[in-house]
């Protein structure tokens, strides 16, 4: 599964981004959907996931003011950002778990810059 991220740039607080990744059609059955971010000299760490049943998990730092939503049919996921803080910048990746079979993978995004200015 290749994943096709877009959507990053730079944005004033308080303003808003929609990321959107995109994930190649290949064996693999997509199941959970979701973005991870990056901020320098941190862990990688969960924003936003999305199951193939529409269930949501979010991190506490972005409840509110994030929205992940899914097009299965298209493969693709978004992630609406509201309200931006300046410590939403980071690098943000697109992560898919895919399953084929018994076997089960993890995918990753390329990543893509958010950088929230004041």
């Known amino acids: 599964v290749q994943l096709q991220a877009s959507g990053g740039g730079l944005v004033q607080a308080g303003g808003s981004l929609r990321l959107s990744c995109a994930a190649s059609?290949?064996?693999?059955?997509?199941?959970?959907m979701g973005w991870y971010r990056q901020a320098p000299g941190e862990k990688r760490e969960l924003v936003a996931s999305?199951?193939?049943?529409?269930?949501?998990n979010y991190a506490d730092s972005v409840k509110g003011r994030f929205t992940i939503s899914r097009d299965s049919g298209k493969n693709t996921v978004y992630l609406q950002m509201n309200s931006l803080k300046l410590e939403d910048t980071a690098v943000y990746y697109c992560?898919?778990?895919?399953?084929?079979?018994?076997?089960?993978?993890?995918?990753w995004g390329q990543g893509t810059q958010v950088t929230v200015s004041s």
């Open positions: 999305i199951t193939n049943r529409g269930s949501t």
């Open positions: 059609r290949s064996k693999f059955s997509i199941n959970a």
């Open positions: 992560h898919v778990t895919g399953s084929w079979g018994l076997l089960s993978r993890d995918f």
